[in-house]
């Protein structure tokens, strides 16, 4: 089939074979737009002769040209290549991959503005979340780092810090009085349960007593100079076997081991593994003092040094802040020393109130026994023992008051004792600081003496010259010791101070509960004795059946006197 008009082939070389042949509606199309018939046959030419195929192809070549000029995205067909008059211009772009990208952001862009409610952002503040192709909003940061705790605990580093700092949980208990009239003493059974990996076992139990509590209190001062070691109880001569007196006792060395093995300087001790742990303490303890010094001032870094620690002349505090805490803490034991005796006060007055509420009971309870009339014998001896209830609540509130408050109270005051302590090593050190720098001086004029002198004692020099370098060293020592145990202290005061707002807040909250306990406690019994007295009606509320002996059975007499009295009666009536 040959498209063009003069019958040329599509390359205009080669003179066609066949004549096209047009219907009259094609003349009619052809006769109207003319040019762009032509231009359809110039796009539309083949050098096959396909004839069905070729008017309808000039046909769909008029909308194609329509949208190629009016859609910027280009052909949507391979025929509309060369069609209309921006074809070449259109043909000439090449980045169509980026127009295929561009298209599919505009068309998952509307997503998320879709599920977006309310008004639009008029400052455009959203518009980089609404570029990204992902669609939805990143999670937030905190939402994004929740996997890491998760991969955290699968990691041997929790089991690594729990085994820097082990746990501690002891129990002073099972109190026993051993040993004839001249040698008696307590023995507490010492339950220890840790995580430290120091010890043999988890779980072990020793038995010590009282003094085995103070060696161990004096071993760790003189190991940790500036550290504030928990005291234990003070000694008592008179008493010291009275129940609530060891009980007392027992409570405030439990809680001393506690606080030791709580601190991170004092737990790592090796005098503590030996108190807890070993079986054969006293042999333990025979043997380190051989191989080591009477633990005191002169043990440890002190004793290192070689230096007279004792005496010199009067420390006047150069700090102003270890001034200031010094008159701070000769207030505060000042105030707990008042308390405790206003303590001791109110412990007595309960003391004496349950004496008081016994012998009140006592009475009641005799006047009860030769009352005739039960219906008054029944009340007084119901009310002997409400009495006895009561002073049974009074013993226990005051041995409650020692045991919550006034613990923490004389726990605080010997663990001032204790921070004083601590301030004297502190001067110590100091002192011997200072008698090192003497000491260096004196060297010094010496190895100048020598100087001037010339050569001729050489071998002298060199022996001056090494006690000049060794006093210097210990100068050195001194020194930092001075600065390390200062430091050491601050961190010690401010851990005193959280731990005593920590204990003193407990012990008052423990110590109002119990208060409160008890007076319910109170008040419930009393409320249901002025029960039983308004029930006036029935009169066996407070009747007791008498308890009759074997030889009495028969006369049915009873072991009181209001029995007998009323057997007498009925005798007589009969």
Same mark, same amino acid.
């Given at each position: ?10 390359w205009g070389d080669v003179p066609s074979q066949s004549t096209p042949t047009f219907g009259p509606e094609d003349s009619t199309i052809k006769a109207q737009h003319p040019e762009s018939s032509q231009q359809s046959q110039s796009s539309l030419k083949s050098p096959t002769g396909r ?284 105030? @707990?020393?008042?308390?405790? =005796? &206003?303590?001791?006060?109110?412990? #007595? $007055?309960?003391? /004496?109130?349950?004496?008081? !509420? ?91 003496? @020598?100087?001037?002198?010339? =050569? &001729?004692?050489?071998?002298?020099? #060199? $022996?001056?010259? /090494?006690?000049?370098?060794? !006093? ?103």
């Open positions: 089939m040959d498209l063009g008009e003069a019958g040329d082939s599509p004839g069905s195929r070729g008017p309808i192809r000039r046909l769909v070549a008029q909308p194609t040209k329509l949208e190629a000029a009016d859609d910027p995205l280009g052909p949507l067909g391979p025929l509309g290549a060369n069609n209309g008059p921006g074809a070449d211009s259109q043909a000439d772009e090449p980045p169509a991959p980026p127009q295929k990208e561009q298209m599919v952001i505009r068309t998952t862009m509307p997503l998320p503005a879709q599920r977006r409610a309310g008004p639009a952002d008029p400052h455009r503040i959203d518009d980089e979340d609404l570029d990204r192709p992902t669609g939805p909003r990143a999670p937030p940061p905190v939402q994004a780092a929740q996997p890491s705790p998760i991969r955290a605990a699968g990691q041997p580093s929790v089991s690594l810090e729990q085994a820097a700092k082990p746990s501690f949980y002891i129990t002073v208990g099972d109190p026993i009085k051993v040993g004839d009239l001249t040698s008696s003493h307590i023995v507490y059974s010492v339950r220890t349960k840790t995580t430290s990996k120091g010890y043999k076992q988890p779980e072990f139990e020793v038995k010590r007593r009282y003094r085995d509590f103070l060696w161990l209190y004096t071993t760790m001062h003189g190991n940790n100079p500036g550290v504030v070691v928990p005291p234990p109880p003070e000694k008592q001569a008179l008493n010291r076997f009275e129940t609530n007196f060891v009980e007392s006792r027992r409570a405030a060395l439990e809680k001393m081991l506690n606080k030791i093995a709580a601190h991170p300087t004092l737990q790592h001790d090796p005098d503590l593994k030996l108190f807890l742990e070993s079986e054969s303490f006293n042999i333990d303890v025979k043997h380190k003092e051989r191989r080591e010094p009477i633990p005191g001032e002169s043990k440890g870094v002190l004793g290192s040094l070689g230096i007279n620690v004792g005496g010199g002349s009067k420390f006047v505090e150069q700090d102003d802040w270890f001034h200031d805490r010094r008159v701070y803490l000769d207030a505060l034991e000042n105030q @707990l020393k008042a308390l405790m =005796k &206003s303590m001791d006060t109110m412990v #007595n $007055q309960r003391k /004496a109130m349950a004496e008081a !509420a016994g012998d009140f009971s006592a009475s009641l309870h005799a006047l009860s026994t030769v009352e005739l009339s039960p219906t008054l014998s029944g009340p007084l001896d119901a009310l002997s023992d409400l009495q006895l209830t009561i002073r049974d609540i009074y013993d226990r509130q005051a041995q409650q008051d020692v045991l919550t408050f006034g613990i923490t109270i004389d726990e605080y005051v010997r663990l001032i004792g204790s921070v004083k302590q601590a301030f004297s090593q502190r001067q110590k050190a100091f002192h011997s600081w200072h008698s090192a720098e003497s000491e260096l001086q004196k060297r010094k004029s010496a190895q100048d003496k @020598l100087l001037r002198q010339g =050569k &001729s004692q050489q071998d002298r020099l #060199n $022996q001056v010259s /090494a006690e000049v370098a060794d !006093a210097e060293r210990k100068v050195h020592q001194a020194r930092l010791l001075f600065d390390d145990m200062g430091r050491l202290m601050r961190a010690e005061l401010d851990r005193f101070e959280k731990e005593k707002v920590e204990d003193f807040k407990s012990s008052v909250e423990t110590f109002l509960e119990s208060a409160v306990e008890a007076q319910k406690e109170l008040i419930e019994k009393w409320e249901t004795f002025l029960m039983q007295l308004d029930a006036e009606d029935d009169e066996t509320v407070f009747y007791r059946p008498p308890v009759y002996q074997g030889s009495d059975k028969a006369v049915g007499r009873g072991d009181t006197a209001v029995d007998r009295a009323r057997a007498t009666i009925d005798e007589d009536s009969d």
